[in-house]
């Protein structure tokens, strides 16, 4: 089922195609603000509830994620988190993070992954426990649902791994993405040929949504461990329906390619 929405986490849309994630805790009423692009939706969202914010936190220095911390920052006077490898790139960061580290967020656990490839010191944050029985990963550019980031700054195998870590997690981890990119990405996935079981009924659920103008995000990683392809690229149908009988780097390198020039 697609455009799980628990209670604790609020969708925000920014600029033309982008989520601005906030997740609350109901005990504590912290409210955390994940990779705000821009601070005007917040602020409206804020206003509209009678909210504060008590942190920020990024995944990756591109402004369409972090070109809202300082408003926020300078009106709620409140921390901001962010990957020590992307320092030289986001200013004011008061926690530094790297992978491996366990971290708060709005007083749930997390978990730093490095997730390289969209950038060079991208990270993703994985909250084990924080909806009850399954957990949360604010995963940035590097998942989206039916795709993945371009790869900008990192390799094609440092990409492909980071990918492989993510999709270690559990299938009912929420992914919650930093943009809507997912029509797009269905097109993509319809053109390669490769048809796993579950992916038909897929794509009908996300035209239905599409259709309706409605979000498609987030979504559970068991989905798109089922139907992803770039999350497949050690799959033998995969490869195959793209003719290509090389490593699965291989075969990952030549399905983002082909997006990049879809
Ligand atoms: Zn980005």
Redesign the pocket.
């Known amino acids: 089922m697609l455009a799980l929405l628990p209670k604790q986490l609020i969708r925000i849309s920014a600029l033309d195609d982008n989520y601005i994630w906030l997740l609350h805790n109901p005990s504590s009423q912290s409210l955390a603000v994940i990779d705000p692009g821009d601070p005007e939706p917040v602020l409206a969202w804020l206003d509209a509830h009678n909210r504060t914010p008590t942190e920020i936190i990024n995944t990756?220095h591109?402004g369409?994620?972090i070109n809202g911390n300082a408003a926020l920052m300078a009106r709620f006077n409140i921390p901001l988190t962010a990957p020590a490898s992307e320092s030289a790139r986001i200013s004011n960061i008061t926690h530094a993070v790297k992978a491996g580290d366990r971290i708060s967020i709005a007083d749930y656990t997390a978990e730093v992954i490095a997730t390289p490839g969209?950038?060079s010191g991208h990270v993703a944050f994985y909250l084990p426990d924080c909806l009850g029985t399954h957990g949360i990963a604010f995963v940035?550019?590097t998942l989206f649902a039916l795709g993945c980031?371009r790869v900008f700054e990192g390799s094609m195998q440092e990409m492909w791994e980071s990918l492989k870590t993510l999709r270690a997690l559990p299938d009912d981890t929420l992914i919650a993405c930093?943009h809507e990119y997912t029509a797009n990405n269905a097109r993509y996935v319809k053109h390669l040929g490769w048809n796993p079981p579950a992916l038909a009924a897929r794509l009908a659920e996300i035209d239905a949504l599409t259709q309706k103008g409605e979000a498609t995000l987030p979504v559970r990683l068991g989905d798109e461990k089922a139907t992803n392809p770039f999350l497949n690229a050690d799959d033998a149908d995969l490869a195959s329906a793209l003719n290509c009988t090389g490593t699965p780097i291989e075969v990952f390198t030549q399905l983002r390619q082909g997006k990049d020039q879809f």
Do not use: A
């Open positions: 990756h591109h369409d994620h969209h950038t940035g550019d980031g930093g």
